[in-house]
């Protein structure tokens, strides 16, 4: 049984920076791709980045980039996700999931993710 733990969500103000992590129990992390959804009131579960199985390489949304890292440490089963420069429209639940299996084009659908977190609370006001 795979169990995903987010920490790290609080309110900020524009301009700050937070790191997210998700951390595993049950299966490690090192193979599986985990990425990271976010969800605003009243709009749909959204991609906002992944790190693809072993190969470690990194996929974000366009209105991340450069802005968000997403990283991964083996040792301690656990992806990190560095935001900086937060606007408010980044305010959002934060959400971690993983799979074993996904292949590369799916890797920013929800549904194909087996494994999910119950999610962060992300608030940045202006």
């Known amino acids: 049984q795979v169990q995903l733990v987010e920490s790290g969500g609080e309110s900020v103000q524009a301009g700050d920076s937070l790191r997210l992590s998700c951390e595993a129990s049950g299966r490690t992390f090192s193979r599986a791709t985990v990425a990271w959804f976010r969800q605003a009131p009243g709009k749909e579960r959204e991609f906002v980045a992944a790190i693809f199985r072993s190969s470690g390489n990194t996929y974000y949304r366009d209105s991340v980039k450069g802005r968000f890292t997403i990283s991964r440490d083996s040792a301690k089963n656990t992806v990190y996700l560095q935001m900086s420069s937060l606007t408010p429209d980044d305010t959002g639940v934060y959400y971690c999931?993983?799979?074993?299996?996904?292949?590369?084009?799916?890797?920013?659908?929800?549904?194909?993710?087996?494994?999910w977190g119950q999610g962060t609370q992300v608030l940045v006001s202006s």
């Open positions: 999931a993983s799979d074993w299996t996904i292949i590369l084009s799916s890797i920013r659908e929800a549904r194909q993710y087996d494994y």
